[in-house]
């Protein structure tokens, strides 16, 4: 009796509900008259489909601290004379990076490594150093540790390298912090930082995966990065009449400063950091910023060192050697050193925002993001235009590395 109960309810309900549906669907289609005569049609009632989600964005993968280097690669035929043309081509007027380098004037840093044998072209150095870097290591920044933030105790380091972690996106206020407010570059040039940043991710998510070609294209772009920086640090003016008046001031006894090394003498800076060498621009000054290069090269290459005193001369010629190997070294060396503060640190101010928790708190070192982007006293950061210290040296430099294939 229940279960037919049930029924009877539920057959009424069906009969009362589609009487009602007739009668409404019978009204609605009635014109409804409006004053004026006209036919008006029925009113609507519009849905509400619910809105769609954006997804957050794919988190990248945390720090590796292994070689990913594929088997069999070979930076000079894959990475150094392509990429050095392409560079180049964009400098059509000067095209410094493919000529053969004459090894006669070769300083012995520069035949420290046999992989290097019959590789004398600039681009050859710089996108070997690249892969060096490309290997995680231990920055070698122990002794200006209370700068930064960092254990005076190296070995307490996260290893990082140019792939070991991914680029930061940055937004215009990101850059107004880790800039400390100066020189902040316009929305233009953001845009394509950030390009060049998905980029590189792209290329490392690929080449953690186990893809060759990520790889590949990770080190095509650090390369095209590094050499697009020796253009506008050296290589427009090495050859001119002001670097070679500069060379001869400066040489010491039998020194002849080579083709394509460029000797500037920086009247804004203090006397002892006043002349830069090279490639990259770096001053003969052991106590100096290239310390923690020539730390770096020696644990590399212990029957090859550097003194960590050596005299301005001797690091005349070694900055100044025809083939720019220590040269190139540092400068790559600086980039994953400045990467390396931003990993290991335990202060906010000396990394990228995006490694501060909403809790104030520092995400571990495996966690974090890196940027280039980052003013000398927050990052170890040595090149200007990273920190855009012209106003249009970021744009430039970004601009050339986003140019022509790779």
């Known amino acids: 009796m229940k279960t037919q109960k049930i029924n009877t309810n539920i057959l009424a309900a069906l009969i009362a509900t589609t009487l009602f549906s007739s009668s409404t669907f019978a009204m609605a289609k009635k014109p409804v008259s409006g004053g004026g005569g006209t036919t008006t049609p029925p009113t609507t009632t519009p849905s509400n489909p619910t809105t769609p989600t954006t997804p957050p964005p794919a988190r990248e993968p945390a720090a590796v601290t292994d070689s990913i280097t594929p088997e069999g690669f070979n930076v000079f035929s894959e990475v150094s004379y392509p990429v050095g043309s392409v560079v180049d081509t964009n400098y059509k007027n000067y095209r410094e990076l493919i000529p053969t380098r004459n090894a006669q004037q070769a300083h012995a840093t520069d035949m420290c490594d046999t992989n290097l044998d019959q590789n004398d072209r600039f681009s050859d150095r710089i996108a070997y150093a690249v892969e060096l870097k490309m290997q995680p290591a231990k920055a070698q920044l122990g002794y200006v540790a209370s700068y930064f933030g960092l254990n005076s105790d190296v070995n307490t380091y996260l290893p ?30 953001i845009k394509k930082i950030n390009e060049f940043a998905d980029r590189m991710n792209s290329y490392r ?26 253009y506008m640090e050296s ?32 009247p804004y800076q203090p006397a002892e950091s006043r002349l830069n060498i090279g ?8 106590g100096g910023n290239i310390q923690a290069c020539i730390r770096e090269w020696n644990a ?37 050193g400045s990467f390396a503060v931003q990993v ?45 210290t012209s106003g249009y040296t970021t744009e430039t430099i970004i601009n050339c590395a986003l140019t022509g294939e790779y």
Request: net charge positive.
């Open 279 to 286: 490639l990259f621009q770096f001053t003969p000054d052991a």
């Open 160 to 189: 990082n390298s140019l792939i070991s972690h991914p680029l930061c996106n940055v937004t215009s206020s990101t850059l107004n912090t880790t800039l400390n407010g100066k020189n902040v570059p316009g929305a233009s040039t």
């Open 205 to 230: 998510r690929e080449a953690l995966s186990g893809n060759r070609e990520g790889y590949v294209k990770a080190s095509k772009l650090w390369s095209k990065f590094m050499m697009c920086l020796s």
């Open 344 to 388: 290991n640190t335990t202060k906010s101010a000396n990394t990228h925002p995006y490694n501060v928790n909403s809790n104030g708190k520092l995400k571990a070192p495996a966690e974090r993001c890196v940027s280039p982007h980052m003013a000398v006293g927050r990052s170890y950061n040595h090149f200007g235009p990273f920190q855009n």
């Open 235 to 266: 290589l427009t003016t090495a050859d001119n009449s002001k670097s070679q008046s500069v060379a001869a001031k400066y040489a010491p006894s039998g020194y002849r400063r080579p083709a394509g090394v460029n000797f500037y003498e920086d």
């Open 300 to 336: 590399l290459y212990p029957k090859c060192g550097i003194s960590q005193k050596a005299s301005q001369s001797e690091l005349i010629r070694i900055l100044g050697s025809s083939l720019q190997t220590f040269n190139s070294f540092c400068a790559a060396s600086k980039v994953t």
